[in-house]
Nanobody, 129 residues
Framework: QLQLVESGGGKVQPGGSLRLSCSASGSTLESYAIGWFRQIPGQEREAVACISDVGGTTVYGEFFEERFTISRDSAKNTVWLQMNNLKPEDTAVYYC??????????????????????WGQGTQVTVSS
């Protein structure tokens, strides 16, 4: 029933910043943990970060925490991914996804074989000069 929409992607020069948003269509993100993922052309999908339904727990994929920050608003309608000091190798389609398994918990999980339930269509981020 939940539908996700990403926005905020585009072209940026190396060293620049973007702020991606993940919003629910016709509902809220309450009762879902939310993850951000990306897929670099020719590569497998990788997890960037996740944020729990309650408690504000965040988990970052390896090498992302230094430059990327995941957050959600108080109404839990939108989850953000702030990306700073972007590099050409960050060029990818970025997806948000919702996980109902940890509803009401200060837990989210990324990595390995763990799968999320609902996915957005993705937003393109291109980092080049």
């Amino acid at each position: 029933q939940l539908q996700l929409v990403e926005s905020g992607g585009g072209k940026v020069q190396p060293g620049g910043s973007l702020r991606l948003s993940c919003s629910a269509s016709g509902s809220t993100l309450e009762s879902y943990a939310i993850g951000w993922f990306r897929q670099i052309p020719g590569q497998e999908r990788e997890a960037v970060a996740c944020i729990s339904d309650v408690g504000g727990t965040t988990v970052y994929g390896e090498f992302f925490e230094e430059r990327f920050t995941i957050s959600r608003d108080s109404a839990k309608n939108t989850v953000w991914l702030q990306m700073n000091n972007l590099k050409p190798e960050d060029t990818a389609v970025y997806y948000c996804a919702a996980d109902r398994y940890w509803a009401g918990k200060a837990i989210c999980v990324i990595g390995g074989e763990y799968e999320y339930d609902v996915w957005g269509q993705g937003t393109q981020v291109t980092v080049s000069s």
